[in-house]
């Protein structure tokens, strides 16, 4: 990396990215989306937030980079191996709460909780339990999701989940959405 880019990423990003690369963890979010996640949590004062797939926290970084001091996230992974990344770089930052937990399990036991914030980077939320973790976003809340535009890694099949997905988003009467060929593909939504 050159001085240039250092200056695009905060440096917890950069001792994330190491462990991630060392670890084997292949499925990190792009760093387009990391500054994009970081500009609309700056939109959020005082702001409940939610992470559903920590990964290695390299996300989490950027989605805290832009919260204030006020504000609250709640992050899961069920993977600890990777969910430790995130707590080494992170787990000292009183506005965050790591998660072990499964998706699903999570999802069912708090649908009472209610954020300004998804960032739905993982399963649940996304391809499973869509219409439980919409039902979580206050009015004025954002909704966003990557990994809409086809990547390499996807297993047969998958294209047609993610063209499902959209259609889905896209008959949902209380969202607008944003549909960004951009990144790896990222769809923003408001609720209405």
Known sequence: MNII????FPITNQLIQKDTIASGF?????????????????SKKSGNFLELGTGTGLSTAWILAGMDDSSQLITIDFEI???NIARKY???DNRVSMVESDGENWVLSNLSKKFDFIFADT???????????LAM???????????????????????????DLIQK??????????????????IIAVKK
């Open 90 to 92: 992170l787990g000292a």
């Open 26 to 42: 292949t499925m990190a979010s792009d760093p387009l989306t990391g500054g994009l996640l970081k500009t609309l949590a700056a």
């Open 81 to 83: 191996k990777f969910l």
């Open 5 to 8: 880019q250092e200056r695009f």
């Open 123 to 133: 399963w649940h939320g996304k391809y499973l339990l869509l219409d439980e973790v």
């Open 137 to 163: 976003l206050n009015p004025g809340g954002l909704y966003i999701i990557d990994d809409m535009l086809e990547q390499p890694n996807w297993p047969e099949g998958h294209a047609e989940k993610a063209f």
């Open 169 to 186: 988003l896209e008959s949902k009467t209380d969202l607008v959405l944003t549909k960004l060929l951009w990144s790896t593909g990222i």
